[in-house]
């Protein structure tokens, strides 16, 4: 500072040395600035997706939830081994049977259930198998892991099971209520453990009013009975 009010006079060399000071600051500004930005720049956390933000997880595909059925046509490949890659229908007993590999169940587990034990199965046989399951063809409505509607609904009917289906998709699916159903005295009828459990089910808000906390997610071989109204 004592060199600047020295050279503080009026002469060219004020003015120079004016400049020298103007240009000493640039560069002073410019670091201060640098050093500022690069510890954010390090620092800074990659976008985050807005799903996350929000608490609702990825999505995921529905086939991950699917359960395989009796009369399913299952699509086998065996990753650099087209001989051991085939079509194979689901039997009646729930199992099927691929080259090598005899008599594996099937029914009741998610397609990359079923590949993971084909995988274990085949390594017995060949190194390091990559196995990868498609369901390629669905059973018809009368299989068991189908779902059951019966009483006063339009159309009572089996439906066919698929991934995320809902008791809203089965109403959908049959037409509805009759005039005389007690929708909100029906039950969900659900095997567990050997037994049939029996669920409320409140159609009727669910139908008429829209309220979707009434929806349940169904499961393969559910039972939907809906009762008729007492007069």
Request: charged fraction near 20%; hydrophobic fraction near 45%; charge should be positive.
């Amino acid at each position: 500072m004592s060199s600047i009010s020295a050279a503080d006079d009026g002469s060219p060399g004020r003015r120079t040395l004016k400049i020298s000071v103007a240009r000493h600051w640039r560069k002073l500004g410019v670091a201060s600035l640098l050093c500022a930005v690069i510890p954010l720049a390090a620092n800074a956390q990659p976008a985050t997706d807005p799903a996350t933000d929000l608490g609702r997880p990825a999505a995921v595909s529905d086939a991950a939830d699917y359960l395989i059925g009796p009369g399913d046509i299952l699509q086998i490949f065996v990753w650099k081994n087209p001989d051991l890659s085939v079509e194979a229908p689901v039997r009646p007993d729930g199992r099927i049977t691929t080259p090598l590999v005899q008599d594996i169940q099937a029914q009741g587990r998610r397609p990359t259930e079923l590949a993971a034990n084909l995988q274990r199965s085949l390594s017995n046989y060949i190194q390091e198998p990559v196995v990868t399951v498609v369901v390629k063809g669905f059973a018809a409505p009368g299989n068991s892991a189908a779902v059951r509607v019966i009483g006063a609904a339009v159309t009572p009917k089996t439906v066919p099971y698929r991934a995320g289906l809902t008791a809203l998709d089965v109403l959908i699916d049959v037409g509805g209520l009759t005039m005389f159903a007690n929708g909100n005295g029906a039950k969900l009828l659900r095997r567990e453990n050997g037994a049939y459990q029996s669920y409320p089910l409140r159609l009727k808000d669910l139908v008429r009013s829209g309220d979707l906390k009434a929806n349940v997610n169904l499961m393969p071989g559910d039972i939907i009975r809906i009762p008729e109204r007492m007069f």
